[in-house]
């Protein structure tokens, strides 16, 4: 199981931290990704953290979101600072295990950024 929290009512330029913390099972064969969907709009990736340490961004994030992972405590963070209107959304974690494909996803939590 997954669980997601740190979301919550930030004005524009502001920061917010999500925690992703599994239970169950470590992040070792996983990749740890944060999505989000904004209302009206289809679920979109943002960041992407592998167990190696590779990290991948969406554009509309770069040098402003940050991903980061404790892998063998199940535990994963999306920094995210200059925040802006357009983040506004419920934002998911994903684990996907890299063998087998099986996917987990956590609750949503909610970011919204005023302006």
């Known amino acids: 199981q997954l669980q997601a929290s740190g979301g919550g009512l930030v004005q524009a330029g502001g920061s917010l931290r999500l925690s992703c913390v599994g239970s169950?099972?470590?992040?070792?064969?996983?990749?740890i990704g944060w999505f989000r969907q904004a209302p009206g709009k289809e679920r979109e990736r943002v960041s992407c953290?592998?167990?190696?340490?590779?990290?991948t961004y969406a554009d509309s994030v770069k040098g402003r979101f940050t991903i980061s992972g404790d892998f063998a405590k199940a535990m994963a963070y999306l920094q995210m600072n200059n925040l802006q209107p357009e983040d506004t959304a419920v934002y998911y974690c994903?684990?996907?295990?890299?063998?087998?494909?099986?996917?987990?996803w956590g609750q949503g939590t909610l970011v919204t950024v005023s302006s």
């Open positions: 994903n684990a996907r295990n890299i063998y087998t494909q099986i996917e987990f």
């Open positions: 169950g099972f470590t992040f070792d064969d996983y990749a």
């Open positions: 953290i592998g167990a190696e340490g590779s990290r």
